[in-house]
């Protein structure tokens, strides 16, 4: 995964007003955090971390304090009608160091002939990898799964130097058959009485 650099800026003020004011400048307030280091409180840019996290599980560039840090995102908050990133949290993490993060799950394949539904359990999966290597996703083939089939945790293949860290048991993808619409008490009814 390709290294995104942003500038950032160490921030000073804190409470509500002050992060207005950074955000009106097109900046995002953030916290980067880890390894048992002091929170340092910054500010990015808005556009540019916006574009950045568009990859899943990111690993970010920053210049701190004229110090270089190797962050992934951990949280991000984001502004309930405009979509905007309003905070977001960055996790230290060192080259060769190994992390825990969640991966999108995608699917290919059909399934069986029939009325049948596929439902996500889970749309990600908690994997543990190289900081440097972190998978954006995982592929699970549904080619030929019925009604009643599902797929655990464990029987997903993982990319090469990824290891599952969560529910090994836990069901990510389920079959399920179709239910019919039973008609309405109005449709009913109508139907019995142009019977008779």
């Known amino acids: 995964m390709a290294e995104i650099k942003l500038a950032s800026e160490v921030r000073t003020e804190f409470g509500k007003g002050a992060a207005r004011r950074v955000r009106r400048a097109d900046r995002v307030p953030g916290v980067v955090y880890g390894h048992g280091a002091e929170p340092v ?3 990015l840019p808005g ?6 996290l568009r990859t899943a599980n990111v690993l ?8 270089d840090a190797l962050v992934i995102p951990k949280a991000v908050q984001r502004h309930p009608l405009k979509g905007t990133i309003e905070h977001v949290d960055l996790l230290t993490v060192k080259r060769g160091e190994k992390v825990e993060v969640e991966i999108a799950v995608h699917t290919e394949g059909d399934l069986a002939p029939g009325a049948n539904l596929l439902e996500f359990v889970q749309n990600t999966l908690l994997v543990e990898a190289e900081a440097t290597h972190i998978p954006e996703s995982v592929t ?14 464990k029987d997903i293949a993982l990319p090469k130097g990824s290891v599952l860290a969560g529910d090994e048991d836990a069901i990510v993808i389920q079959v399920v ?5 039973e008609p309405s008490g109005d449709e009913a009814a109508e139907g019995e009485t142009a019977e008779a």
């Open 41 to 43: 409180h910054v500010t």
């Open 177 to 181: 058959a179709a239910q019919a619409e």
């Open 140 to 153: 699970v083939s549904v080619a030929g799964l019925d009604a009643g089939d599902s797929i655990v945790a």
């Open 60 to 67: 970010i560039g920053l210049e701190i304090d004229g110090k």
């Open 47 to 52: 556009h540019d971390l916006l574009l950045a």
